[in-house]
């Protein structure tokens, strides 16, 4: 049975990249859909600074159904329903009812705070295929201080006990900062004691709230650390480990099975072997409470808005999305890599950090091997 992958509820999941060598359209494989921003909490990393007010220019639920009709002109993707906080969204149970009726699987990225025994068995009862929800520590101070919200880490897990109890299958999502590096394999632990199908680790895209904890992002030989430790501790655990938003993972990966001498193949990796580290714009888009379509929603890029465009014509002539899906278009390292077809680096960190997404991925230390052997690279320039 294929088993839904859930990211972030901004990201994308493991899919088979999409390249499209002839400069067809690759499927949509996956639609974050931002059905609200508002939120009962005030996590300090969020992209969307989101607070329990409604937003206005939220799509009405008349529209929200005339854009689930055109979901399946992009491909068969899989709709993960976020926020801001879904269940915040009074039409929740009809719109994923709605969108399964389409054919479409859907899965859900919830803080599970709101979850008590009747909303998980109507969650159940709608046709959510999994939850994702965020733990970023392993105990309630280290969680709840990230988060910015005391007793939540509490009430995630009360939600996830109730999930459980009606049978909905659900992921942990961790963000890696400097604050909690610490205890990452106690969170790991934890997910895998609470019984969690799969635990995803993001790595912080400073946008949004995020933007001002810059501080907290680890650096480009830290990420190298935990990519690597990531790679190793995969093999002790059944439990589904998937790096998310963390692009040179399968750099990484490939790079270690040489050594290793194991190929990259679907019964040595699974998914993994297929996926790209990268699906923005390529497998993979964001669309807002609004209706703006970006490529995900750590990258603000306004590729189109589905109350003026057809959303399957966005997903199929955005010029970012062109852009995306083109190596050419890449500067800097990325451009060049051998592994670009399976990374790309993270195009949100390279706008916000780098001042345009099409710029080189600024955390990874690799050096591409048409660069080592030419011009320097941004960096080595900005090094003098
Ligand atoms: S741009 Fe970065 S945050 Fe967005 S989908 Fe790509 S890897 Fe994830
Ligand atoms: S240089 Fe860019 S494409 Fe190559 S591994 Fe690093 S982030 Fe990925």
Known sequence: M????????THPASHPHNASPHGQTPPLRLIAWEITRSCNLACQHCRAEAHEEPYPGELSTAEAKALIDTFPETGNPVIIFTGGEPLMRKDIFELVPYA????????????GTRIDADMAARIKESGIQRC???????DAPSHDDFRGVPGAFEASLAGIEELKKAGVEFQINTTVTKHNMPFFKKVFHLAEDIGAAAWH?????????????????????????????????RKTTSMHLKATCAPHYYRIMRQRAREEGIKVNMDNFGLDAMTRGCLGGTGFCFISHTGQVQPC????????????TRFPDI???????L???????YE????????HKVCGGCRARAHTMKGHYLKEEPLCTYIPRAVDNQAPTDKQEEKG
């Open 297 to 308: 929603g750590f990258l603000e890029l306004d590729c189109g808005q589905i109350k003026t």
């Open 100 to 111: 399964r009726a389409k054919g479409l699987r859907c899965v859900m990225g919830t803080n």
């Open 201 to 233: 680790i993001f790595l912080l895209v400073p946008t949004g709230r995020g933007d001002a904890i810059r501080n907290e992002i680890i650096n480009a030989q830290e990420y190298e650390e935990v990519l690597n430790w990531f790679y190793d501790f």
């Open 315 to 321: 997903w199929t002539s955005s010029p970012q999305f």
């Open 323 to 329: 852009a995306l899906r083109d190596q050419s278009s």
């Open 132 to 138: 994702s929800i965020s733990i970023d520590g392993p």
């Open 332 to 339: 800097g390292k990325c451009g060049v890599c051998e592994y």
């Open 2 to 9: 294929h088993r839904p992958e859930i990211m972030h509820p």
